[in-house]
């Protein structure tokens, strides 16, 4: 796969203030990839100097072999959908979506069967007549991608294109975008604070905390195996127990000592988080030899729908909880209730190690 774009070395300073920090990515050609952080992070910065709108401090920005780092955002190629649509209100759907066009000059045949081919791409056929104040949020937003989509840009940007959105349109709308981009496989960057968005939407995560990268990975690799604790607590629910090293595969934590993935290089004696998934939690069929088992007692259960969340009192290790999910069958079949003493087992593969 080629690269699509490069980032090297950006930076990005307010004053005193490093927004970013020498930030190196490569995306490849038709890949999308979303920028995952909470507020603050830069990942909208980041977002913003790629498409030339606010300039990076230093750094190099290669748009498939060019160098774009100091041109303005017209002489970039780029599609951009921000979070608030900003359509003009008083043109139709018709003509916002061919805004772009009129602006190249192109003849008004080209235009009309390029933005009645949009229209039809993003579900909106019938639409071209009304006035953005006549739509729904998520249609403003489906012909805000029209319009970006509409110079057939090689690059789209997408600054948080559904967080303006209530819940059932956003998840319904994020399929629909996904669906668009591979069918037209346009090289996509989505910047989001909702972690379910970018598991289900990208195909590469990058993970950004204060201005620099985390971590960058597919979904599976982000949410597996997250390779800082900032990864391992945003993406996703995440047990964190506090021990001590006492071997490269030793973690003590309370009374208990648990099997872990070895810590090479790290020295015995040092704080440690050990990490696990509430799904990774294993209640049912414990051999007697079953690794890193855990007496506990319920102290809570919260219904979420296909399953309960519990909460378990570690009963070796007083004020040390454990998360776990719980499926219905679990519950009935085990009749487990709030004070059930049982036990659980965190299989070593399914822990994460940290040091404190």
């Not at 059932?168 to 996904?178: N, T």
């Not at 598991?199 to 201005?211: E, F, K, P, S, W």
């Not at 998360?323 to 003493?341: C, E, M, W, Y």
Request: net charge neutral.
């Amino acid at each position: 796969m080629t690269n699509f774009l490069e980032v090297r070395d950006l930076s990005k300073r307010f004053g005193d203030f490093t927004a970013l920090g020498n930030v190196s990515l490569d995306v490849t050609e038709g890949e999308f990839v979303c920028f995952l952080g909470p507020s603050g992070c830069g990942k909208t910065t980041l977002l913003r100097a790629i498409a030339g709108l606010d300039p990076q401090t230093s750094g190099t920005i290669r748009q498939k072999g060019r160098d774009v780092s100091a041109l303005p955002p017209a002489q970039r190629d780029f599609g951009i959908v921000f979070q608030s649509y900003a359509l003009f209100p008083n043109l139709t759907v018709t003509e916002n979506v061919g805004y772009g066009l009129v602006s190249r000059r192109q003849n008004r045949a080209e235009i009309k069967a390029r933005v009645t081919e949009l229209l039809a791409l993003v579900g909106l056929p019938d639409s071209g007549a009304k006035h953005p104040a006549q739509l729904s949020g998520g249609q403003q937003q489906r012909v805000a991608l029209a319009r970006a989509l509409a110079t057939s840009p090689g690059l789209l940007l997408l600054d948080e294109p559904l967080s303006a959105l209530d819940a059932r349109v956003r998840v319904r709308l994020r399929h629909e975008i996904k669906a668009l981009q591979r069918r037209l496989g346009v090289t996509t960057i989505m910047v989001t604070h909702d972690q379910e968005e970018a598991l289900t939407m990208a195909d590469r995560i990058v993970v950004m905390n204060h201005g620099a990268i985390e971590q960058v990975g597919s979904p599976q690799e982000i949410y597996r195996r997250p390779a800082t604790a900032f990864v391992a607590d945003f993406v996703g629910s995440m047990n964190f127990l506090g021990g001590t090293l006492l071997a490269a595969d030793k973690v003590k934590v309370g009374d208990l000592t648990f099997t872990c993935p070895a810590q090479d290089g790290l020295a015995p004696g040092l704080k440690m988080q050990l990490c696990i998934r509430p799904e990774d939690v294993r209640v049912r069929d414990l051999p007697a030899d079953v690794q890193n088992r855990v007496p506990v007692e319920v102290g809570d259960l919260d219904f979420v729908g296909a399953f309960c969340r519990a909460t378990l009192k570690v009963r070796s290790a007083p004020g040390v909880l454990l998360t776990a999910d719980f499926s219905s069958n679990l519950i009935r079949d085990l009749d487990v209730r709030l004070g059930s003493h049982l036990d659980v087992a965190l299989p070593p593969d399914r822990l994460r190690v940290f040091a404190a």
